[in-house]
C-alpha cells in the first residue's frame, strides 16, 4: 500500500495503514470500562501500538484531561462537569472504581515513542492544546480533529499550519460528494492532513471508493473509526484506506499480522 505523502511526519514517516488504539482500546475483553486510562493506554503500547487516539477536556484551572464525556458521571459515578472542577479535586475519582483520570502531560510522559490523534472536545482546551504542543515542542507527535468545526479553525490559526488537523464534518461532504480531488479541495481550502471519518453514518456510506480515491488524489489521508469488526477491517483495507481506529486492539492486530501489515514500531 502506498500513501499519499500529506506534509506531516505524524503520517508520512510510518508505513500504512495506521494501526489506531482508540481510547486506548476501550472494549478489549481485558480493558471494559477503562477507556482512557493509563491501563488501557499501557494494554495497547504492550501489544504493540503506537498510534494512541484520545480526547481532551480542560478543567477549570487549566489543565487538559485525557478524557472523553464533559461530566464525569458516565465512566466514574462521581457527579460534576470538568470545567467547574479543579484538577486537584479529582485527585480521588476513579474510572471504573480503580483508574484516576490522566492528564495529557502525564500521556506525554508516560509514552514518549508514541503518537497521539487527539479529538478536541471542549472550546475551552483548543488554546491550552496549542500552548501544550509549543511548550513540549511536540508538534509532529499528534494529529488533532473535532466535529466542531469552530475548534478546528480557531486550533489551525493558532498552530499555524505546524500541527496536522483531520477534517470537520462539511470538509468531509465536500470529498463525499463533489466530483473531484480539484474541486474539493478549492471548496474547502484543503487545509487538514486527513479524513477521519466513519464507513458508514445510518443508511450512508460515507468511506465510498470515491471518497478515497479522491481524498487520495488531493494528498489526504483516509482514517475510519470506529472498526470492531474483522471483516469490515478487511473490506476497508481493501478499498484503499490508511488507517483503522478501533477500540478491539487484540482484532486489528490479528489482522493486520495475517495481511503482513502489523508494524509495531514509531
Known amino acids: 500500500m502506498t500513501a499519499p505523502r500529506t506534509g506531516y511526519p505524524f503520517l508520512d514517516d510510518h508505513p500504512i495503514p495506521l494501526a489506531f488504539a482508540h481510547r486506548g482500546g476501550a472494549t478489549h475483553p481485558h480493558l ?36 472523553h464525556d464533559a461530566f464525569l458521571d458516565r465512566v466514574t459515578g462521581t457527579n460534576g462537569g470538568l470545567l467547574d472542577i479543579d484538577h486537584a479535586d479529582l485527585a480521588d475519582v476513579r474510572i471504573a ?11 506525554f510522559e508516560a509514552f514518549p515513542d508514541c503518537r497521539f490523534n487527539i479529538d478536541v472536545k471542549a472550546e ?9 504542543l509549543d511548550e513540549h515542542g511536540a508538534h509532529d507527535r499528534v494529529l488533532v480533529g473535532s466535529f466542531s ?15 496536522a488537523t483531520s477534517a470537520h464534518p462539511l470538509e468531509v461532504a465536500a470529498f463525499r460528494f463533489l466530483p473531484s480531488a480539484r474541486m474539493a479541495t478549492l471548496v474547502t481550502g484543503g487545509h487538514f492532513a486527513a479524513l477521519q471519518i466513519p464507513h458508514r453514518q445510518g443508511p450512508l456510506t460515507v468511506t465510498t471508493p470515491g471518497l478515497v480515491r479522491r481524498a487520495h488524489a488531493a494528498g489526504k489521508h483516509v482514517h475510519c473509526w470506529t472498526i470492531d469488526d474483522p471483516d469490515e477491517m478487511r473490506l ?17 492486530r490479528d489482522v493486520l499480522v495475517d495481511r503482513g501489515l502489523w508494524r509495531d514500531n514509531a
Do not use: K
Open 236 to 252: 476497508l483495507l481493501d478499498r484503499g484506506v490508511d488507517g483503522l481506529m478501533t477500540d478491539r486492539t487484540d482484532i486489528l
Open 124 to 132: 475551552a482546551a483548543v488554546p491550552l492544546l496549542a500552548r501544550f
Open 32 to 67: 471494559v470500562g477503562l477507556e482512557n486510562t493509563m491501563a488501557a493506554f499501557r494494554h495497547a503500547v504492550a501489544l504493540g501500538y503506537r498510534y494512541l487516539e484520545t480526547d481532551v477536556h480542560a478543567t477549570r484551572d487549566g489543565v487538559l484531561l485525557a478524557f
Open 97 to 107: 472504581g480503580t483508574e484516576p483520570i490522566p492528564t495529557l502531560g502525564e500521556l
Open 149 to 163: 468545526r469552530r475548534r478546528l479553525q480557531r486550533f489551525r490559526r493558532l498552530s499555524g499550519g505546524r500541527v
